[in-house]
């Protein structure tokens, strides 16, 4: 089985001990309707998971388009991007910024505009505390996280908007 169809595989997995039904989209990679490697569902959270991973160890290279591919995801869904380094137990996820307004202990700006380099000492350093993403030349931002904190994030924002749309809804019986 090749490497990337294995990680997509564990991804899957990851995300299935977290709680969510996650099942590995086959052929998503020449299919250009079907945007995604794995989707995943859980409490009304719907992501389509984009997964990249590297035979190197000592850092990843990813392509802008693949990270702006997560951030046009529609349809109710949250995009986001997954990666790992050759043999590392860390998974990262990286997503749209403005879905979550997570506050980022550090940031990075992408020198280039095409690529986003992150070596394995970068991410050990940063990645548990959040990273704001920015390419130079454009205003959107993106959220590096690593995985499980990534998952935690995105549902207690999806608590917090339940819980306020529940506030907002008029008293039922009253």
């Not at 984009?50 to 990270?67: C, G, L, M, N, Y």
């Not at 050759?86 to 992408?110: N, P």
């Not at 940063?126 to 549902?155: N, Q, W």
Request: one cysteine or more; a positive charge.
């Amino acid at each position: 089985m090749q490497s990337w169809k294995r990680f997509e595989y564990r991804v899957r997995d990851v995300l299935q001990s977290l709680g969510y039904t996650a099942h590995r989209v086959p052929l998503s990679g020449s299919a250009r309707l079907l945007k995604g490697d794995v989707v995943a569902e859980k409490g009304g959270i719907r992501l389509r998971i984009e997964v990249k991973s590297t035979r190197r160890r000592d850092r990843i290279t990813i392509a802008r388009e693949a990270i702006e591919k997560i951030a046009s995801v529609q349809g109710g869904e949250l995009g986001v991007l997954v990666f790992s380094l050759y043999r590392c137990r860390s998974v990262y996820g990286i997503t749209a910024h403005g879905m979550l307004g997570t506050v980022c202990a550090h940031e990075l700006r992408c020198r280039g505009s095409r690529y986003l380099q992150l070596s394995r000492s970068y991410l050990r350093e940063h990645a548990s505390a959040g990273v704001k993403l920015r390419f130079r030349d454009d205003a959107k931002s993106y959220l590096l996280l690593e995985l499980s904190r990534l998952l935690e994030e995105i549902e207690a924002k999806q608590q917090d908007e339940t819980s306020e749309g529940r506030a907002a809804s008029p008293c039922r019986g009253a």
